[in-house]
């Protein structure tokens, strides 16, 4: 029997056995810690005197959830922590803990003392309310704040006072501001600020926006207007007045939302989802009430991609839109999936043309396509007009079984499309409720509505 090959280079035995990990320097394997999870990273120190310094040394990354403790202890254990190890905290969340007033405190005090970079505060149950001890965290380029009450001191930034030199990315949901100036003052304390989220705010019912550095801004309301918060007042009315650098603006609940006033967004590029649930939109001198347009005008020349959704689309208000945006590229049209508010039926007589139609519209997608009069008239619309379009996809609620999709395409007149190279595309699609990611306000998620 033909034996295998000995290895060109062998190791020897003695440098089998040396701990080649531990030759690493240290910043190397502080690096390693800080990408372990907290236990299994804490549990180094056992393994010999050099690593005993190691972990209370390296970028903490500290989860209440992950640590083995039960909850009631969680507060105990994670004020230990936080007096034992000495390096910087790269990130803090609150998943599971109920921590004391005092203890919060301690922690935030603690925290920024150690140039926390992520901050997660997610109570279980009661809202957390966040003592002004928050505003010492400077160094913070994320926060998430979930159902916590921003402290009163924020106010005092709208005198110019900054509280997050750093700050990129702020998530508030189901979160009272004790009011409109302490919102306000915490945004205007944000001079870095790319990403805004607010989902479910309380204790403002008009904010106006004036940011040079914000990127992307998601809302969304209760799914009811009798909610409330202790009888806080929930957002009804965002103004975009002075946003420069805005590239996205995204609503999440279409059949609830605030009035939406952009004022002055020279780079928005992304808007949707936009539904009759949104009382008043007004695009710099257009104006539209419950998705009806009251006055037209053509200013938005950035915008790319635009995303509706309609109980029963419609050719005029999908027309009306499309003459806000010469040089709109991708259109998103989403057949309601829930119980949404009604929409009287409006007649479309062709008049002047439609710029992006002509030159611009490359992308049509319609979602929860069912083939419903107004649906068909619709899709013929953009067929027969669209003249660069080079796919509409059609996400259906059926099967798509062949004698159906025949009929569809007979009923489209695929054949007499503006577009020659256009392709037709005929999907299953999944019932769902979620309209966009959440998490669309990474701005590094390039298309919110692709899902």
Known sequence: MALAPAPANPIPAAAADTDLISLLPDCILT?????????AAART????RRWRRLWPSAPLHLLDSHLPVPTPSLPAAVSRILATHRGNAARFDVLLARPSAADLDSW???LAAKHLQELVLRPPDVPLRLPPSLLSCRSLRSAELTNCRLPEDASAATAGEVYFPYLAELTLRLSRAPSAAALRGLLAGCPELASLSLDRVFGCRTLCVRSRSLRSVTVSVSLTRQRVLEGAEELEHLVVEDAPALERLLAHDINWGPSINIV???KLQMLGYLGVGIPELQL???LFRSMRAVRLAAEFRCMRTLALEMADPQVKPVADFLRCFPCLETLYVTSHMVVPQS??????ERDDPIECLNYCLKTVVLKGYRGRKHEVQLAMFLVRCARVLRVMKFLCENDCNPSWLTNQKRRLLLDKRASLGAQFVFQKFTKSYIRFLKKASN?????PFDT
């Open 284 to 286: 710099g001198s257009a």
């Open 45 to 48: 120190q056992i393994l010999s």
């Open 264 to 266: 002055h967004a020279p």
């Open 31 to 39: 690096t390693i810690l800080s990408l372990l999870p907290l236990p």
């Open 108 to 110: 935030l005090r603690s």
């Open 343 to 348: 929409m009287e039926i409006l007649n479309y």
């Open 443 to 447: 701005i590094s998620l390039v298309d």
